[in-house]
């Protein structure tokens, strides 16, 4: 026989006590678990969640971010029926807060210090400023780590379908110039890497960093797929032909190098990168059967 959890961490919401038929769902969750491991002898972390929001989530349904976010890239304006001021929370720090909550016993309001309070008003108008730079692939000033993530739940409602994103190329009798990136309020990391013929370089992905890729000479195949999911997609860039692709955060990426030459590749991502907190996580694009 099993031996009983020493904690159970429940997700619970901050909207418990609203006295909407969620809010008492809710209430009735914990009195349930509560009796349920009393008899076990494990100890109930009841942790009280706000508003989640966070990349891939499902629009017209219990959140105003995702809402938002899918009516921005598909063109269309967000409306605002009633404004109020919300407690915010990522999804991967809710995560987070459940697995460390559980295994310290804790509960209540911990991790109330990563809550951002935002008006309706205020989130409508920092993602149209996002949309309006970005639809010409351009990086918004990123403040702060709400901003980022923030960024990274409306790019996931923009990928794959914005995806090459072309880049302004001038050409006179010196040669060529290729606008790479433009980042409003500045910041980051650019780096340039070469890669021989058959090569691949990646097979990871990112919870949180912006990444862009632009083969600058050569000819690549950039490969993508959401983790969890099965489906990949694929981009053919050539370096005389210049375009962007973005990382959109947890999708295991990967570039191959398709050509008979040396590729040049050069990368840019919105923070320095920390060897101690490097944000990259090992996951093949491909399955098994495919790399063979």
Known sequence: MLDSPKALAFANSTQVDNGTAYGEGK?????????????????LVDLRLPNLFGEHGRPHYNSVV??????LAAGERPTILRDRELQLLHATDAARLLLTTAAEDAGGDRGSDLYQRRT????????????????????????DRFDVRLFNTYRSFCF??????????????????????KVHGGGGQTFCSSTRPGVTRGDHFHLAKVERFV????EAEIALRR???????????RGDRPVAVDMPTMWAHSI???????????????????????DTYPEPVLPAAARA
């Not at 190329?169 to 290729?178: A, P």
């Not at 083969?215 to 050569?218: A, H, L, N, P, T």
């Not at 983790?227 to 860039?237: E, K, L, T």
Request: aromatic share 8%; with cysteine; charged share 25%.
């Open 160 to 181: 794959p379908d914005r995806f090459p994103l072309p880049l302004p190329h001038h050409v006179d009798d010196r040669g060529g110039l290729v606008e790479s990136v």
């Open 256 to 278: 191959t190098n398709v050509g008979d030459r040396e590729l040049v590749t050069l990368f840019w991502t919105n923070e320095l990168f920390d060897p101690t907190a490097p």
């Open 227 to 237: 983790v969890a999911h099965d489906d990949v997609v694929r981009f053919r860039v």
């Open 66 to 71: 995702a809402t938002f976010c899918a009516q």
């Open 120 to 143: 309706v008003a205020d989130l409508a108008a920092r993602l149209r400023r996002f949309d309006a730079l970005y639809r010409h692939g351009e990086i918004p000033a990123l403040a």
């Open 27 to 43: 209430r009735l969750a914990v009195e349930i678990l509560r009796e349920a491991t009393r008899w076990t002898g494990t100890t």
């Open 215 to 218: 083969v600058v000479s050569g």
